[in-house]
């Protein structure tokens, strides 16, 4: 498959987060993370992919950044919470999840979902709607998207429960995610499949998933707010 330069950058990004990790992986805190340069000179790409790579390290508490000095491995903090499918986080809250499916079928990527995938636009991916629901109530309207060459014969299978449940028996389970959230409104269709009325508010999250090297899910969620609440812990660093 021809993946678009675009798509190859991200993927460099990856190569270098993974690299930089590995070789911290052991080091004591306060130990110096290779520089900028040297990753640059290594895999031969633009400061800024080098820069993405690290930020990634740096948020997830890995290294961490000392103006005028460098970058150095991080104190360890507490352990990131695992990534949690949809079944799986309403186990958690002590409810049964279930689903219904809109939709599943191939389509074409657009430009977005393809960027997001790393693949060439109009390349096929797999398109599955679910509406899911925590002990009978509808929680959430999920669209998942999913990059079928690394999923072959999804689609004529029986559709599975759980898909993180399918990811981890293809070796394939999201190890990283990116999620975004932002608050909203319910727009007609939402408002229907949730019991909502129009225009009450809802939470919206888009995840990108990665699984080693591979960018596995695009998934795109709108949550009642009156029935999901985002739980975060912080503290320093």
Known sequence: MVRSVEGERSLKHVQIREYV???IRNESPGA???SERELVQKFSVARATVRQALDTLVSEGLLVRIPGRGTFVARPRRTPSPVLGFSEEMARRGMQASSET???GREKAGPTIARALCLEEGAAVVHWRRLRRGAGVPICIEDVYLDETILPGLLD???PTSLYAEL????LRPSWVDDTFRADVANIEEATLLGLSVGVPVLRRQRKSVA???FVEVCRSVYRADRYALH???GPS
């Open 232 to 234: 975060l812990q912080l």
């Open 21 to 23: 990790r590995e070789l």
């Open 102 to 104: 809109l939709l599943l």
């Open 32 to 34: 110096a993370a290779p």
């Open 157 to 159: 299978r029986v559709t």
């Open 212 to 214: 080693g090297d591979r």
């Open 168 to 171: 981890e028996r293809r070796k």
